[in-house]
């Protein structure tokens, strides 16, 4: 059957959706035609004309009290959007809601204004404010509308920020900032959002290929043939049943002036580009959005293409294991064992369980990679359980180092993209043990996010390591606050962060092996 796919569609439409964002006075926004009045629940209102005659008694009666997230529109000569900040904001995260909140409220304006002179204080900086409300206003405005006929979303085109003349140089910096964070997450979202046939792991390397040069990175493309003489069983098994070829994408970012002791971070991201389950189908109600179980290779492609902009000082490099799992005649079957890059045996008890297999080649080769990382990172949208566990808003963390996990939880605050640590308890490994092989992709029927943390700490050897479980959070069905409909890009704005931020680990604080066998 012959397919027609657009071949002019772009599956990273953001790279060309961009906000000029400026940095004013106070008196820039008051002449904005729409602009933002931050009001917490308590206390005097603030100076504005649009408040002029108005009381908190007034403001109630029209559904407005100042809880956070609330909005009113006050028209006049100009818009006025009054945005509630609750207790009132004192950290980035509650600033990026709250500018996040105003520009869903004035969503046919493409350009918007807000001072934050009055949010500027020693708990937050004038660099962090500007960077908050830069990731707030672009990312609530973010839209996937590449494959619609007609685009509906008003783009963002200018973000006017007030701060006072001696905080405008670091006002200038956070938004530089924010603008490649939240690009990082757009592209990311992009990918998430992109249908299953429009983005195989053939046209990701494609991608992969043309812009990461731009962004200064190294690309190296591992087709079918170059999978097989590296052993990589794990990714060829998954890709059994598909007609369309796997792909390993390798990335790597190298600062100006690196050397053996610049410290170095490895990433491995899990690119299932489709998943049906394979031999183990998936029921239709859980099928219908595993276009984004790719989101963890695209999170890690779309933090690594900022790197070099923010001037990230370490050395990064990426393994993107992608493929899609599909069912066909030709499909691993169920008691099949594959053969892991480095010899270790796998037997597949369940061929949904396809994520863990393919990442542990990808640990496997990162552990070989002749200029070892000092640590180690995979993202993936791999378990059902840890949804079950955390819900849809924090994402699974397991680490075999307490400064990795520490790191971990450092980027993710910085982002507001949290994440809880869970033990990463070696008892439970006796039920991965298999008759015939070195270790069976599952366990029992508890603990599962548990159990798929620690088959990949199989495959890391002694490097510190974390894991990052996004499938909670790799997805919303409606708007909330900057996260928009659909992919959020969960994980890329953290990745850049930990890259930017990250100090090489001691050595590895738990047991490398469960010494199953």
């Known amino acids: 059957m012959s397919v027609v796919i657009d071949p002019s569609f772009d599956p990273v439409p953001s790279l060309a959706q961009t906000t000029d964002v400026v940095i004013g006075s106070g008196a820039d926004v008051t002449a904005a035609p729409v602009r933002a009045c931050l009001i917490a629940a308590e206390g005097d209102l603030p100076s504005c ?71 500027i204080s020693d708990e937050l900086s004038a660099r962090d404010a500007a960077l908050a409300a830069t990731e707030g206003a672009v990312l609530a405005r973010y839209r996937f509308e590449a494959l619609k006929g007609e685009a509906k979303n008003v783009a963002l085109k200018t973000l006017t920020l007030g701060v006072a003349d001696a905080d405008q140089a670091a006002a200038k910096e956070g938004v530089a900032r924010g603008l490649v964070l939240a690009r990082a997450a757009s592209i990311s979202r992009d990918l998430g959002n992109t249908p299953p046939r429009h983005l195989t792991a053939e046209k990701f390397a494609d991608i992969a290929a043309k812009l990461g040069p731009e962004f200064g990175l190294e690309v190296e493309i591992f087709d079918r043939d170059a999978l097989i003489e590296l052993g990589t069983g794990g990714l060829l098994g998954v890709n059994a049943g598909s007609v369309d070829e796997p792909r390993m994408i390798k990335l790597r970012y190298t600062p100006e002036g690196a050397n053996a002791n610049t410290p170095h971070l490895g990433l491995v991201g899990k690119g299932i580009m489709f998943d049906s389950g394979g031999v183990s189908l998936k029921p239709p109600t859980s099928m219908g959005d595993m276009k984004m179980d790719m989101m963890g290779a695209g999170a890690v492609f779309s933090a690594m293409l900022g790197l070099r902009e923010l001037g990230v000082t370490n050395k990064v490099t990426g393994w993107l294991m992608c493929t899609d799992n599909m069912l066909s005649g030709t499909a691993t079957k169920i008691g099949d064992v594959l053969t892991i890059r480095g010899g270790k045996t796998i037997e597949v008890k369940n061929s949904d369980a396809e994520g863990r297999i393919v990442m542990a080649d990808g640990l496997v080769l990162a552990t070989e990679e002749a200029d070892r990382p000092d640590a180690i990172v995979d993202i993936a949208t791999l378990t059902g359980n840890a949804m079950a566990a955390l819900g849809l808003r924090t994402a699974a963390t397991f680490a075999n180092n307490d400064e990795v996990a520490a790191q971990l939880a450092a980027a993710a605050d910085l982002t507001d993209e949290r994440v809880w640590q869970m033990p990463l308890d070696h008892r439970y490994a006796d039920q991965m043990k298999s008759n015939v092989a070195d270790l069976s992709n599952i366990g029992g029927p508890y603990g599962g996010a548990i159990l798929a943390a620690l088959f ?14 996004i499938a909670p959070t790799m997805e919303v069905a409606s708007d909330d606050l900057w996260r928009s409909t659909g992919s959020t890009g969960f994980g890329a704005r953290l990745l850049t962060e930990l890259a930017a931020a990250f100090t090489a680990p001691a050595a590895t604080d738990a047991p490398q092996s469960s010494e199953m066998n």
């Not at 950290?91 to 996040?100: D, F, I, K, Q, T």
């Not at 520009?103 to 009055?118: N, Y």
């Not at 990949?456 to 479980?469: K, T």
């Open 49 to 119: 004309d649009h408040l002029e005659g108005q009381t908190r008694e007034s403001l109630a009666a029209a559904g407005f009290t100042g809880k956070a997230g609330q909005t009113l529109r006050l028209p006049g000569q100009t818009l006025c959007v009054l945005v509630g900040t609750g207790k009132g904001i004192t950290s980035a995260a509650e600033l990026r809601n709250a500018v996040a909140s105003f520009t869903r409220a004035a969503s046919e304006s493409d350009a918007l204004a807000l001072d934050l002179t009055e949010v």
């Open 456 to 469: 990949l700490n199989e495959f890391v050897a002694d490097v510190p390591w974390g894991h990052i479980d």
